[in-house]
């Protein structure tokens, strides 16, 4: 019994690096740029996750997972399924980006065209956000990843650092992305977005150490602190509601615009992956009995998985009924013969 967990951590894992070979897969079949944009978007995984444990070391994961550094590589690789899906939804719904903005050389037509390209990396960050409000409180009673702050500070034991993090960490890498597809557009080179990852890392800390100086002085090593957990601010959770409520009303204000004209279809499978994620950690939740003693962290995941399957439920009606009439299709085909 005690190989039990170390077997079902590897299966986890494989299941993760299927999952991201078929999305690579597809990735390529769509464009070789989109293709670096998953890739990058992993180092993006890799290297935020890294960058957040040697900077604020206020998580770490355990023996079970592959490790490459102190990063779970299965992490990163889903870091990099959950912001290209995001990204993936925003474009299938024509949310304004850098791309369908007209660009001007002006110094405030520049900054004006940087604003009215926002809602896009704004609705990513909120995409992304739906999944991590309904896994983490369940992940670190499950093991998956340790934080140091106790199960009764924060969101039941997940600080709120880390869904400002979500945030930006969507936010960021979509932000630069979307860039390197407009300068892509005027015909310029898709090698910047090699540099994606550092930049988006860059923003990242900009916008999260105010924050995590005022949750938690004793996750910054150049602040004086106490006992491990004993500086915890809970108050910072009226900052990290403030900010979601901005990106929440600007995402809801450029989804009731009428026009919109989608860039891309949906990635079926990108989507497949975000359901898979929202289903997983439902049944882990009543399975492992923490839907009982906590009935709130049960409620927020099926609000969360509501709310995901609102979003996407045109092109989920449309694929079923795609299937259905090419299943239907075969079976008369082969009938006649």
Do not use: C
């Amino acid at each position: 019994m005690v190989n039990q967990p170390a077997l079902l951590y590897g299966f986890l894992q494989i299941g993760v690096v299927i999952t991201f070979g078929v999305a690579a897969a597809r990735a390529w079949r769509h464009s070789r740029p989109r293709l670096v944009e998953l890739i990058t978007a992993f180092l993006f995984g890799l290297l935020l996750e890294q960058g957040d444990i040697f900077l604020f070391g206020t998580y770490r994961y355990n023996e079970n997972w592959i490790l490459l550094g102190d990063v779970a590589v299965a992490i990163a690789l889903a870091w990099a399924m959950i912001i290209v899906g995001a990204m993936n939804i925003s474009d299938a719904l024509g949310l304004p980006d850098a791309t369908t903005v007209i660009w001007t050389s002006e110094s405030f037509g520049t900054l004006r065209w940087l604003v009215r390209g926002l809602p896009a990396p704004l609705a990513d960050a909120v995409w992304a956000i739906l999944l991590d409000l309904a896994l983490d409180a369940v992940a670190i009673r499950l093991g998956l990843w340790t934080w140091t702050i106790r199960l009764n500070q924060g969101w039941f034991g997940v600080p709120w650092g880390n869904f400002f993090a979500w945030l930006f960490v969507a936010f960021w890498f979509s932000f630069f992305t979307r860039l390197v597809r407009a300068n892509r557009a005027k015909g310029g080179s898709n090698t910047w977005q090699w540099l994606v990852p550092l930049f988006s890392f860059i923003g990242l800390i900009v916008t999260l150490v105010p924050f995590v100086a005022l949750e938690n002085d004793a996750a910054l090593s150049f602040m004086p602190h106490n006992t491990l957990g004993a500086d915890y601010h809970e108050q910072v959770w009226v900052l990290f509601g403030l900010t979601l409520s901005v990106f929440v009303t600007i995402t809801v204000f450029s989804l009731w615009r009428r026009r919109r004209i989608p860039r891309e279809q949906p990635d079926e499978w990108l989507l497949v992956i975000r359901l898979g994620i929202h289903l997983l950690f439902l049944f882990a939740l009543i399975m492992t009995g923490i839907a009982f003693d906590l009935p709130i962290l049960l409620i927020v995941a099926l609000a969360m998985f509501g709310i995901e399957l609102v979003l996407i439920r045109s092109w989920i009606l449309n694929f079923i009924s795609t299937t259905r009439g090419i299943l239907v299709q075969a079976i008369e085909s082969r009938s006649n013969t």
